[in-house]
T-cell receptor
Framework: GAGVSQSPSNKVTEKGKDVELRCDPI?????LYWYRQSLGQGLEFLIYFQGNSAPDKSGLPSDRFSAERTGGSVSTLTIQRTQQEDSAVYLC????????????FGSGTQLSVL | GENVEQHPSTLSVQEGDSAVIKCTYS??????FPWYKQELGKGPQLIIDIRSNVGEKKDQRIAVTLNKTAKHFSLHITETQPEDSAVYFC?????????????FGAGTQVVVTP
């Protein structure tokens, strides 16, 4: 595809359920980032993948959050035992070479935890 | 870690007028400063970036200035048009040979009225 693709675009879940959010980066981009955007707030860094290097997970807010990237391409962000405070837009971005430069963002997944 | 403050949070301008958004950062070692534009329902899109070895950069109606001594940088939009209405985010990071976290400001909602 031409851009970063995220699915689903919207997800409504009940408190305590697990959710999986998917990101398809731009083909050939070695770096992949997950950010969280709460209503009216800036972008909060969650996790960064660069090639085969160990991911930087320093932004994950709790051990309920995890992410993986298979084959250096598609990434999945998993939130276990969701809480209402997890409600936000989850944005994925990719870049050609990493190091924060020229991130291309997807349209995000709007997560609502009831 | 890096902390980025962005002002104003909202900005209303008349079409044709200029808009200025200001950001300050805390880490004097930061060396990369991008600006992103986010339209409703979409992910942020990079519109311009500047490195610490440059004081000003222009791209058509958009310019960014950087004052390293004062640790602030600004986005200037001239001859504003309705399509400039969006949320604008500044960001700062230290990029070296390894990963440096991109810290975003809280965003500025720009409304251009015809």
């Amino acid at each position: 595809g031409a851009g970063v693709s995220q699915s689903p675009s919207n997800k409504v879940t009940e408190k305590g359920k697990d959710v999986e959010l998917r990101c398809d980066p731009i083909s050939g981009h070695t770096a992949l980032y997950w950010y969280r955007q709460s209503l009216g707030q800036g972008l909060e860094f969650l996790i960064y993948f660069q090639g085969n290097s160990a991911p930087d997970k320093s932004g994950l807010p709790s051990d309920r959050f995890s992410a993986e990237r298979t084959g250096g391409s598609v990434s999945t962000l998993t939130i276990q035992r969701t809480q209402q405070e997890d409600s936000a837009v989850y944005l994925c971005a990719s870049s050609l070479a990493g190091l924060n430069e020229k991130l291309f963002f997807g349209s995000g997944t709007q997560l609502s935890v009831l | 870690g890096e902390n980025v403050e962005q002002h104003p949070s909202t900005l209303s301008v008349q079409e044709g007028d200029s808009a200025v958004i200001k950001c300050t950062y805390s880490d004097s070692a930061s060396n990369y400063f991008p600006w992103y534009k986010q339209e409703l329902g979409k992910g942020p899109q990079l519109i311009i970036d500047i490195r610490s070895n440059v004081g000003e950069k222009k791209d058509q109606r958009i310019a960014v200035t950087l004052n390293k001594t004062a640790k602030h940088f600004s986005l200037h939009i001239t001859e504003t048009q309705p399509e400039d209405s969006a949320v604008y985010f500044c960001a700062a990071s230290l990029t070296t040979d390894s990963w440096g976290k991109l810290q975003f400001g809280a965003g500025t909602q720009v409304v251009v009225t015809p």
